[in-house]
């Protein structure tokens, strides 16, 4: 197992940089970069236009391969706004530099917030880890039981029913449902029950630690119950499938002849075998909420997570941010696919990588 470990994470390596140099050639043939954007407020044409299409009084010449929007502009100011952002060397140049400050964690400053991008990662971070981690513990305590329920009384009413409930949560998105849980519970028409915006309240720092606590689990209500609406339904088929399978199979048919209980055959036999995709895919469960799934909610809500940051970096070019961010996740992504790996053996344990490979 130690040496299977040992490749993966030296797989890690290439994965993660050919990754970011995939981006980052993309990049380049993105219109409306952070130097156009200066170039046209500098020139008082505003950036919005800019961020969204690239287009505009920013436009690469043809011939010339200077700015359209630097026209009237002093070329040394041009020159100025390319070596403040770095633009002044070479693609190549700079993408080794940025990978030579990455393999030290040195992601840079914002080029419109002044801050570097790792504490605007580190100030994030604990929102979107908020959002990620109860959404998926959730997920995971309302799909396994349902799942387990509709694959013993599969074809009665009960799956019927809540087969029909779980298209519907399957088919509404989640942003779509958090809008209208705002609707009916956060003063958008109907009650206040809950509060619209972050995770805690004004003033809160000074309350005592449990008025803290319980306040911040107020402010989670509704976005955790907006993610958990748009993420059981996959996973709850899934357990129902899997549990299926396995009950259908023929060492059920011996434990029953062999008199076992349902109950027993179920959770002592039939349990960690239907089990093992579904508790070894928490990881990648996690991740996908986390930096994918919540970005829509974190607007609608209006909680500062990594999610609005990244969004935000993209419209903008904030191209630090933007690689940054990036890194970050893909790397947190590739190391929960090695401990996904690792968990399909601590479920089951004849599961063995070393003598597969």
């Not at 940089?17 to 505003?46: S, Y």
């Not at 087969?163 to 449902?177: C, D, E, K, N, R």
């Amino acid at each position: 197992m130690a040496w299977y470990l040992l490749r993966r994470l030296l797989l890690v390596v290439p994965t993660l940089f050919g990754i970011i140099a995939i981006n980052f050639v993309v990049v380049q043939f993105a219109p409306g970069g952070p130097v156009e954007q200066m170039i046209a407020e500098l020139k008082g044409k505003g950036e919005v236009g800019t961020r969204l299409t690239g287009a505009g009084s920013a436009e690469v010449s043809a011939t010339g391969g200077a700015y359209r929007g630097a026209r009237g502009l002093d070329p040394h100011v041009v020159e100025d706004i390319k070596r403040m952002f770095g633009f002044d060397k070479p693609p190549l140049r700079r993408f080794l530099l940025m990978v030579q400050d990455y393999l030290s964690f040195d992601f840079g400053r914002s080029f419109f917030r002044d801050q570097s991008v790792l504490q605007l990662v580190l100030q994030k971070m604990p929102v979107s880890i908020s959002i990620g981690l109860w959404s998926t513990l959730l997920v995971y305590l309302v799909s396994i039981p349902l799942g387990i329920t509709k694959a013993v009384r599969d074809g009665s009413r009960f799956d019927v029913a809540s087969s029909a409930a779980i298209l519907i949560g399957y088919a509404v998105p989640g942003f779509l449902f958090a809008i209208l849980l705002v609707v009916l519970f956060a003063g958008g028409s109907f009650v206040q029950w809950f509060p619209l915006r972050g995770l805690t309240s004004e003033g809160s720092q000074y309350w005592s630690w449990p008025a803290r606590v319980a306040d911040y689990l107020w402010h989670m209500v509704l976005p955790t119950i907006a993610l958990v609406v748009g993420g059981f339904a996959s996973l709850t088929m899934l357990t129902k499938n899997c549990f299926l399978e396995e009950i259908r199979k023929q060492y059920v048919v011996t434990a029953r002849a062999k008199g076992c209980g349902e109950q027993r055959i179920l959770y002592r036999h039939v349990f960690r075998n239907a089990m093992l995709l579904i508790v070894a895919g928490f990881p990648a469960a996690f991740i996908g909420i986390l930096f994918s799934s919540a970005l829509l909610v974190e607007i609608v809500f209006s909680l500062d997570g990594l999610g609005l940051l990244g969004f935000e970096s993209a419209i903008r070019r904030d191209y630090p941010v933007m690689f940054g961010t990036l890194y970050i996740f893909t790397l947190i992504g590739l190391l929960m696919q090695i401990v996904g790996d690792l968990m399909y053996t601590v479920v089951d344990p004849r599961i063995d990588f070393e003598a597969r490979g």
